[in-house]
């Protein structure tokens, strides 16, 4: 019997044995260098990003103050399981915050863990935005190389509003990631004609809609077209693929809402932001239809058209409040899916690459029609769920169009007709970067004055895009390739000038955590962000003041002046977030009130109530203790009524109560008139009434 002779071992030049090295050390090695097949330059230069990515993110983290609503609802869960699963405002769960309560798990785990503070909240939200960029750099790699998925990745770290909403307490950072995820997994089963991918998609989407709901599914159209047209596999396997997917979908978005649909009503809180106490109102009303269509009706509840980003239509995204936090590439972005397509119109049914391109343009385009015409409430940040698609587009368009550029420069031997056709797409790279470049400057022109960084940026901007395009012109005309890609790389740092400046400004300034934007203010509801737009949220001790929980868990404490001007504060962040303080909340809270509440509070479950969310946020923050919000963020929810409030002064839930001289609604009317006519005013405190 023959047997086969181990393979020899690997030698040195002098003929020694040379050790194989340890696979785990071989496995380090190539995390940091990447695959063999990739270019030497291509690992580190992610690393950078990544890098550069969670330092944005993360730079001083202290000055960050969140946004105090959904702060307030993390501490509570983290004094209560119960606040914890229905993402409860207060620990005593009267009212729920009027989004799901994903996002609040991550950060209120983070808390649990880790105690209560800024950095807590925050590290969850930095390491889903350095994720994302990861992620996509994977995505746009997979099937166009280093090259285009390392612009992608840049692109993505660089998109302003993207930065402004990562340093705050939002979900919207939870929701991309998500997102991501899905396509990533989509991606995949398409590829291979697999069940089990597209099924995670649908998982991954139904928890992007337990994070914010109808906002989830703007991808979902692209996300079946793709599909059933690219994936690898008949039709009719297709179709059947796609109706299990979507049983995993509906699995996975309706659970949280069903369970909590079901609870009877006395045995759970309200529904924040509902108008009958259900989830499913809030899923069409407040946050589905209400965000299209502004509509007061229980098909749209609440969205009353309060706007931040300026008036609803086809050019909303390029006005002077939107425009440096997210258009810089829409230019760029639009003629690279125009041009990709084309370049990839012949290939087959099943091409991977073609599918990624219209997978991130229907991102793209569906994200760019529902932000520019919702009529509801629209605050800037919500493009950011936009970003992914647009660098995408950004790196794999650069990269195809220069490849195009590279063949019409080199369209010399072969026949007239198709000479004259690589000719034509040899043209439309230069013609991208001089449009791109051109708005950038407008960009900028329009903050001009407002700091040495963006008149820095515009010199920048408009000397590399003048290079880059009489570079690349050059280069076509006298066939030297070193001069396009010189050409090439002056190109990316034109169009990135821009997004730097806005996303430096957004990293090193104190934003509105009610609602964060980038760069200098230009006008708008709420103002701009990262240099003095809009008012700084009321109730910033704790997370937002980095005065937060200590592990021990103790309540979280603010400075005596923060609270002392909760009122103007509070109605200052109402307004900054497009709802006004509503019913009885005109009356101030002051730290003196605060303190002698909880001096006299006497068992009660909980501390006060009030008229909003933005008032209870803040003294919960301030005070530690639950706080009842009556009317929820706009002060119309019907979640108090007199009966429920007799009931709580009964069982000594409840002993103080502010009301003002207004009263917006029937409810709101009718309790304050009771309050002031069976409870005790506390003379030192105006509209603060004792009852039982």
């Known amino acids: 019997?023959?047997?086969?002779?181990?393979?020899?071992?690997?030698?040195?030049?002098?003929?020694?044995?040379?050790?194989?090295?340890?696979?785990?050390?071989?496995?380090?090695?190539?995390?940091?260098?990447?695959?063999?097949?990739?270019?030497?330059?291509?690992?580190?230069?992610?690393?950078?990003?990544?890098?550069?990515?969670?330092?944005?993110?993360?730079?001083?983290?202290?000055?960050?103050?969140?946004?105090?609503?959904?702060?307030?609802?993390?501490?509570?869960?983290?004094?209560?399981?119960?606040?914890?699963?229905?993402?409860?405002?207060?620990?005593?769960?009267?009212?729920?915050?009027?989004?799901?309560?994903?996002?609040?798990?991550?950060?209120?785990?983070?808390?649990?863990?880790?105690?209560?503070?800024?950095?807590?909240?925050?590290?969850?939200?930095?390491?889903?935005?350095?994720?994302?960029?990861?992620?996509?750099?994977?995505m746009v790699k997979r099937d166009f190389g280093a090259v285009a998925a390392t612009i992608a990745a840049l692109a993505l770290t660089l998109t302003p509003i993207t930065v402004a909403i990562t340093r705050d307490t939002n979900p919207d950072p939870v929701l991309v990631f998500l997102m991501l995820l899905g396509a990533a997994a989509l991606m995949k089963a398409v590829r291979t004609g697999r069940l089990l991918p597209l099924v995670w998609s649908g998982v991954a989407i139904g928890f992007a809609f337990n994070t914010k709901m109808m906002q989830a599914y703007v991808v979902l159209p692209v996300f079946f077209?793709?599909?059933?047209?690219?994936?690898?596999?008949?039709?009719?396997?297709?179709?059947?693929?796609?109706?299990?997917?979507?049983?995993?979908?509906?699995?996975?978005?309706?659970?949280?809402?069903?369970?909590?649909?079901?609870?009877?009503?006395?045995?759970?809180?309200?529904?924040?932001?509902?108008?009958?106490?259900?989830?499913?109102?809030?899923?069409?009303?407040?946050?589905?239809?209400?965000?299209?269509?502004?509509?007061?009706?229980?098909?749209g509840s609440q969205g009353n058209g309060a706007s931040f980003g300026g008036d609803a239509g086809v050019y909303r995204l390029f006005n002077s409040i939107m425009g440096g936090q997210i258009s810089w590439l829409i230019p760029f972005a639009l003629v690279a899916l125009i041009g990709?397509?084309?370049?990839?119109?012949?290939?087959?049914?099943?091409?991977?690459?073609?599918?990624?391109?219209?997978?991130?343009?229907?991102?793209?385009?569906?994200?760019?029609?529902?932000?520019?015409?919702?009529?509801?409430?629209?605050?800037?940040?919500?493009?950011?769920?936009?970003?992914?698609?647009?660098?995408?587009?950004?790196?794999?368009?650069?990269?195809?169009?220069?490849?195009?550029f590279r063949e019409g420069s080199a369209a010399v031997g072969v026949p007239p007709r198709k000479r004259v056709r690589a000719w034509a797409r040899g043209w439309v790279l230069p013609v991208a970067i001089a449009g791109s470049t051109v708005w950038a400057v407008v960009l900028l022109q329009r903050v001009s004055g407002s700091g040495t960084l963006y008149t820095v940026a515009e010199v920048v901007a408009g000397v590399a895009g003048a290079v880059a395009v009489i570079g690349l012109l050059l280069g076509r005309?006298?066939?030297?390739?070193?001069?396009?890609?010189?050409?090439?790389?002056?190109?990316?740092?034109?169009?990135?000038?821009?997004?730097?400046?806005?996303?430096?400004?957004?990293?090193?300034?104190?934003?509105?955590?009610?609602?964060?934007?980038?760069?200098?203010?230009?006008?708008?509801?709420?103002?701009?962000?990262?240099?003095?737009?809009?008012?700084?949220?009321?109730?910033?001790?704790?997370?937002?003041?980095?005065?937060?929980?200590?592990?021990?868990?103790?309540?979280?404490?603010?400075s005596s002046s923060s609270s002392s001007s909760s009122s103007s504060s509070t109605s200052s962040s109402q307004s900054a977030s497009g709802r006004t303080a509503g019913g009885m909340g005109d009356t101030q809270v002051s730290a003196a009130m605060i303190s002698y509440l909880k001096k006299n509070q006497d068992g009660a479950t909980w501390l006060v109530a009030v008229a909003t969310d933005q008032t209870a946020s803040s003294i919960i923050l301030e005070s530690g203790e639950p706080v009842i919000s009556m009317g929820g963020w706009s002060g119309s929810d019907d979640a108090m009524t007199l009966a429920k409030l007799k009931s709580l002064v009964k069982s000594g839930e409840l002993h103080y109560i502010v009301v003002g001289d207004s009263g917006q609604g029937s409810s709101n009317s009718e309790i304050s008139t009771w309050v002031k006519k069976n409870g005790t005013a506390v003379s030192a405190y105006s509209g603060l009434y004792r009852l039982g």
């Open 1 to 138: 019997m023959t047997t086969l002779a181990p393979p020899p071992a690997p030698t040195t030049q002098d003929g020694r044995h040379r050790a194989a090295p340890p696979a785990a050390r071989s496995r380090l090695r190539g995390l940091f260098t990447g695959p063999p097949d990739d270019p030497r330059w291509a690992r580190p230069a992610l690393w950078a990003i990544l890098v550069l990515a969670t330092a944005l993110y993360a730079w001083n983290m202290s000055s960050v103050s969140g946004n105090t609503f959904y702060n307030a609802a993390v501490y509570s869960g983290t004094k209560s399981w119960k606040a914890f699963f229905f993402g409860a405002l207060d620990a005593g769960s009267f009212i729920t915050v009027d989004k799901p309560p994903f996002a609040l798990w991550v950060m209120g785990l983070s808390a649990r863990v880790f105690g209560y503070g800024t950095w807590q909240l925050m590290l969850p939200m930095v390491a889903l935005g350095t994720g994302s960029v990861a992620l996509l750099y994977r």
């Open 225 to 299: 077209l793709v599909y059933l047209w690219a994936a690898q596999l008949g039709l009719g396997r297709r179709i059947r693929n796609l109706a299990v997917g979507t049983v995993a979908l509906v699995v996975s978005s309706a659970w949280w809402m069903v369970v909590v649909d079901l609870i009877p009503a006395s045995s759970r809180p309200y529904i924040g932001g509902s108008t009958d106490n259900t989830v499913w109102d809030l899923v069409i009303g407040y946050n589905g239809f209400g965000r299209i269509f502004g509509a007061s009706s229980s098909v």
């Open 340 to 404: 990709g397509v084309v370049l990839r119109g012949r290939a087959p049914r099943t091409d991977a690459k073609r599918a990624a391109l219209l997978l991130w343009g229907g991102w793209f385009v569906l994200h760019y029609l529902t932000f520019a015409l919702a009529e509801g409430t629209f605050h800037p940040y919500y493009v950011t769920a936009m970003a992914p698609g647009v660098a995408a587009l950004a790196g794999i368009g650069g990269v195809m169009l220069y490849r195009a």
């Open 477 to 558: 005309f006298t066939g030297r390739q070193r001069l396009t890609g010189i050409a090439a790389l002056a190109a990316v740092v034109a169009l990135l000038a821009g997004p730097a400046a806005y996303s430096a400004s957004a990293a090193t300034s104190s934003t509105n955590g009610t609602n964060p934007t980038a760069g200098p203010s230009t006008g708008g509801i709420g103002g701009g962000g990262g240099m003095g737009g809009g008012q700084r949220p009321s109730g910033s001790g704790g997370p937002g003041g980095g005065t937060g929980t200590s592990n021990s868990g103790s309540a979280p404490s603010g």
